[in-house]
C-alpha cells in the first residue's frame, strides 16, 4: 500500500478552497487547508509533498508564499502550482522564474488539476 500524496491547497476564497480540496481528496489525496499565505507558510512545515496556490491573496501574495518556501532549506524543494485567475504571460513567467512546477489559470478543469498534482507530486 502507498501513501498518500499529501497536498497543502492555499486559496483564500473560502468556496474554492473548498471545491479544490473535495477534488483533490476524491481523488485519494490528502489535503491540508490553507486560508491565506501566512497560514500556508505555517502549514508548509509539515512537509506537504505539494502545494497548489493562489497568487492574488491578501497579506502574503503567492508570488512572497513561493519565495519564502525557496529561501528555506526544509521547504525549498516541495513542488508548487500556482492557481490563480492571473492569465496574463508576464504573471506566469514570473510564477515560473520563481520556481514553481506549473502555472494553472482559473477557471480551471479539475482533470488538469489532479493531472499536475500527480505529475509534480512524485
Same mark, same amino acid.
Given at each position: ?72 532549506? @526544509? ?9 490563480? @485567475? ?10 515560473? @522564474? ?17 493531472? @499536475? ?6
Amino acid at each position: 500500500m502507498h501513501t498518500p500524496i499529501t497536498v497543502l491547497v492555499i486559496e483564500d476564497e473560502e468556496n474554492l478552497l473548498q471545491n479544490i480540496s473535495s477534488i483533490l481528496g476524491l481523488c485519494g489525496f490528502t489535503v491540508l487547508q490553507a486560508s491565506n499565505g501566512e497560514q500556508g507558510l505555517v502549514l508548509a512545515s509539515e512537509l506537504p509533498n505539494i502545494i497548489v496556490c493562489d497568487v492574488m491573496m491578501e497579506g502574503l501574495n503567492g508570488f512572497d508564499v513561493i519565495t519564502q518556501l525557496r529561501s528555506n532549506p @526544509a521547504t525549498q524543494h516541495i513542488p508548487f502550482i500556482f492557481l490563480t @485567475a492571473w492569465a496574463d504571460v508576464n504573471d506566469k513567467e514570473k510564477g515560473m @522564474a520563481l520556481g514553481a512546477q506549473a502555472y494553472l489559470t482559473k477557471p480551471f478543469v479539475a482533470r488538469d488539476l489532479v493531472k @499536475a498534482v500527480n505529475e509534480f507530486s512524485r
